[in-house]
């Protein structure tokens, strides 16, 4: 069986051991847990979102650095971007990646990806999954503001049925230089998430690639959570290796890019100031890459729907605040 958590062990520890060079800074805590800190104090780096991108794959996925040209009306430019490629997708994207463990402990909150989902298992998303991880180690991507205490590790420690020793927690604000790389590099996982929302069965994929513009570091996580989603929505280009029907890929594929919303067109920083800073008034169908292609491995062909929009991305990721 693979396990995420064990594959994603041997990627944190080279974050430990090259702690320095990395820019990030390692806390062993009384209950000996380990927190890596990847922005909060710590400066953090390209390389560290790297590897934090790719722990929180469960070591399924390659994250690298590239440049993605644009133009629009005003003229060309371009941007940083990472590129992802992805394999065992449903485990690495949705069973790892996403973050969809929500760690509240008295004063502290930060959202949870990465491996340790997969063990605690306690989503309704793993129903569809088919996949539980068995490890001694878990491993959590936190992305906050505030760095866990010995509380938060025997949490998540009893979740995941390992002793608190065993727990490593990583953590990076969105905006924060790790924060924007490990942002960046779950457009392949925002497709897939956009596929289960639609009700389609995500373990027809085979492989996945994409790539995503890299947003600059704002200067607060509002504006920073608008800018990465706006790479995203906007920037975010992926092509899923599937094995389908090709009649249902023509019927789905117009559905998934972000532009398939109500709420398209716009930053999102202003789409939600729009609904009074409430997630959930936002589209949900919004959240996913800005265009999509299927390569059917059944027939050969291949079937593609959205496009770029540089125009929001010029206005969000190089004139905004």
Known sequence: MISVNQRAAALVQRMIEDSE???????????????????VKAPGSLAAG?????????????????????????????????????????????????????IKREKF?????????????????????????????????????????????????????????????????????????????????????????????IKQIVAGYGTCPLAPVASDDLRAIGRTNDGVLYGGQ??????????????????????SSRDYGTPFYDVFQRYGGDFYKIDPLLFSPAQVTFNNLTSGRTFSAGQVNAAVLRTSLLEGV
């Open 50 to 102: 790297q590897l934090f991108a790719e722990a929180c794959l469960g070591g399924l996925g390659t994250v690298s650095f590239t440049r993605l040209a644009f133009e629009d009306a005003r003229g060309s430019f371009w941007l940083p971007a990472v590129s992802v490629s992805v394999d065992h997708p449903h485990i690495a994207c949705m069973a790892s990646q996403y973050a969809g463990w929500a």
């Open 238 to 259: 992926t092509y899923y290796t599937v094995r389908a029907d090709d009649g249902e890929l023509a019927a789905l594929v117009e559905k998934v890019p972000s532009s």
């Open 109 to 201: 909150f930060a959202m949870g990806s990465g491996p340790a989902r997969a063990l605690y298992a306690g989503e309704e998303l793993f129903a569809k999954l088919d996949y539980k991880d068995r490890a001694d180690v878990a491993v959590l991507l936190l992305e906050g503001r505030k760095l866990p205490d010995e509380g938060v590790a025997e949490y998540v420690a009893g979740k995941c049925g390992v002793a608190p020793s065993q727990v490593i927690m990583a953590i990076a604000p969105t905006a924060s230089i790790v924060g924007s790389v490990q942002v960046a590099a779950r457009v392949v996982e925002t497709g897939l998430h956009k596929l289960v929302e639609l009700g389609w069965d």
């Open 21 to 39: 060079a990395l820019g990030l800074s390692v806390t062993r805590l009384a209950n000996g847990a380990t927190v890596i800190d990847a922005g």
